[in-house]
């Protein structure tokens, strides 16, 4: 199957038509994906700082990635299928706009060094004081984050 095939199946949908034609469905779901954001980037905000040694010292990294871990992924995984819920109705446009191809991209990066690299700094020992190698970590994460969500917001405005 074709992605072409994929898109028209996509806009054939009674389902994704319902979303297409009401007044209030996407700005609702757009709600919940910023929702989603905010808990991933909060997460992350509190995460980073504390590995750079900003803040939250009176807590163990261990404590904190116990207690905000969870929030980050919940927060990835409302974003990522309201996302979806906000693309069907139109992956055509959503296809051939490059801002949203870039952010797809810096999102599948994101989201591996999340899991693959920036999920074992916290957990690791070092994690609990602030060094250099912690500061590369945390600060790569926010910019990867940071570019993912201006990359979004560059979907409205750049083609």
């Known amino acids: 199957m074709s992605l072409d095939q994929l898109w028209q199946l996509s806009y054939n949908s009674k389902t994704v038509d319902l979303l297409r034609n009401s007044k209030y469905a996407i700005p609702l779901i757009q709600s919940v994906h910023l929702l989603g954001i905010t808990m991933l980037l909060g997460s992350l905000v509190i995460l980073n700082l504390r590995l750079l040694g900003l803040g939250l010292r009176d807590f163990s990294m ?63 020992e ?31 405005f750049l083609g």
């Open 126 to 156: 070092a994690a609990e004081v602030a060094s250099t190698g912690n500061a590369i970590a945390a600060c790569f994460a926010l910019t990867l984050w940071f570019m993912v969500g201006w990359a979004g917001r560059a979907i409205g």
């Open 62 to 124: 261990k404590t904190l990635v116990n207690q905000v871990w969870r929030w980050g992924v919940w927060g990835m995984g409302i974003a990522i299928a309201s996302g979806l819920l906000v693309f069907l109705p139109d992956p055509t446009r959503y296809a051939a706009n490059t801002a949203f191809r870039v952010k797809l991209v810096l999102l599948c990066t994101a989201i591996l060094y999340q899991f693959f690299v920036f999920r074992r700094v916290v957990r690791s």
